[in-house]
């Protein structure tokens, strides 16, 4: 079982920047994607980005592309979201998770942590 753990969230203003973490307890074929998801009150939880250890992949959401990066510390199981340019409509709870491979719907994903808040005030 792939324990993923993020940090990094917080209260910024618009314009502002965070930076996300999630360290994976292992790397396994099946948590060889890792990728960010949120969730806004009330909405369902929308992709943000993916990054897939073997090959090097990456994909964006429309909505974050230019705005937010996905990196990778290989040495510490951890993968990043730089989020810069923050806007209140990015305002939503984060979640990391693991799948086989790269996806953007969250049904393809096989572990989830527990989510860390971001707030953008205007």
């Known amino acids: 079982q792939v324990q993923l753990v993020e940090s990094g969230g917080g209260l910024v203003q618009a314009g502002g920047s965070l930076r996300l973490s999630c360290a994976a307890s292992?790397?396994?074929?099946?948590?060889?994607?890792m990728g960010w998801f949120r969730q806004a009150p009330g909405k369902e939880r929308e992709f943000v980005a993916v990054h897939r250890w073997s090959g090097n992949n990456t994909r964006y959401a429309d909505s974050v592309k230019g705005r937010f990066t996905i990196s990778r510390d290989n040495a510490k199981n951890t993968v990043y979201l730089q989020m810069n340019s923050l806007k209140p409509e990015d305002t939503a709870i984060y979640y990391c998770?693991?799948?086989?491979?790269?996806?953007?719907?969250?049904?393809?994903?096989?572990?989830w942590g527990q989510g860390t808040q971001v707030t953008v005030s205007s």
């Open positions: 998770a693991a799948a086989l491979s790269i996806a953007t719907s969250p049904g393809w994903y096989d572990y």
């Open positions: 292992e790397r396994t074929p099946r948590s060889d994607a």
